[in-house]
């Protein structure tokens, strides 16, 4: 079993719609949760961190995570084509620098 | 843009050879990583450096080797190719603020064939 799962899609949406991105994770220690975004043949880029457990907003997207759970969940409020892309969760335990990602999940945002 | 370069971006080459990607940085950055990245499995941590001649392996270290001689240059071997080392290799910096959050900046990756 992978320490951190995430369904790969692609998941398709229209433009304007509200898009949902989750992980679930099994290992407790983690302590920092972060999502990245990845546009076709780039490097990922870091959209939000968040601490330990609760809710984090910057513009259109929302980061939640429940740690009693171990799931993790990323909001895009009125996707916008250029939205698309693929998403990584990615997480990591206190003082660590090693970054564990998820495999993640394609966005296709239609016009 | 965070200043980091990856040579060679393309590679196709045999089984059995030895390649050498190469990863150049101009921030300074103290750390720096080597992750591939396949379908289904996302991005993998091959080894990592945090200082000049200071690596450690990662997840999936089996089959290549590093160096980091200057604190700009972190080199990743394969000393003999296998075709399931057919991969999309990215580089990867970070600074002391990663460890509050997680942030890496990553190259523009180097996409290698082993035939």
């Known amino acids: 079993q992978k320490e951190v799962e995430q369904d790969p899609g692609p998941l398709s949406v229209p433009e304007g719609a509200i898009v949902s991105l989750n992980c679930t994770y099994s290992?407790?220690?983690?302590?920092?949760f972060m999502w990245y975004r990845q546009y076709s043949r780039k490097g990922p880029e870091l959209l939000m961190y968040?601490?330990?457990?609760g809710n984090k907003e910057d513009g259109r997207f929302t980061a939640q995570v429940d740690k009693s759970s171990k799931y993790i969940s990323l909001f895009i409020r009125d996707s916008q084509p250029s939205d698309s892309a693929t998403y990584l969760c990615?997480?990591?335990?206190?003082?660590?620098?090693?970054?564990?990602f998820g495999s993640g999940t394609r966005l296709l945002v239609r016009p | 843009d965070a200043g980091i370069t990856q040579s060679p971006r393309h590679k196709v080459t045999e089984t059995g050879t030895p390649v050498t990607l190469r990863c150049h940085q101009t921030?300074?950055?103290?750390?720096m990583y080597w992750y591939r990245q396949d379908p289904g499995h996302g991005l993998r941590l091959i080894h990592y450096?945090?200082?000049?001649?200071?690596?450690d392996k990662g997840e999936v270290s089996d089959g290549y080797s590093v160096s980091r001689s200057k604190t700009e240059d972190f080199l990743l071997t394969l000393e003999s190719a296998t075709s399931s080392q057919t991969s999309v290799y990215f580089c990867?910096?970070?600074?002391?603020?990663?460890?509050?959050?997680?942030?890496?900046?990553f190259g523009e990756g180097s996409r290698l064939t082993v035939l």
């Open positions: 990867a910096i970070s600074g002391y603020q990663s460890t509050n959050t997680g942030e890496l900046f």
């Open positions: 290992n407790s220690a983690f302590q920092y």
């Open positions: 968040t601490y330990s457990s």
């Open positions: 990615a997480m990591k335990v206190d003082s660590s620098y090693k970054l564990i």
């Open positions: 921030e300074n950055h103290r750390y």
């Open positions: 450096s945090y200082g000049v001649k200071d690596t």
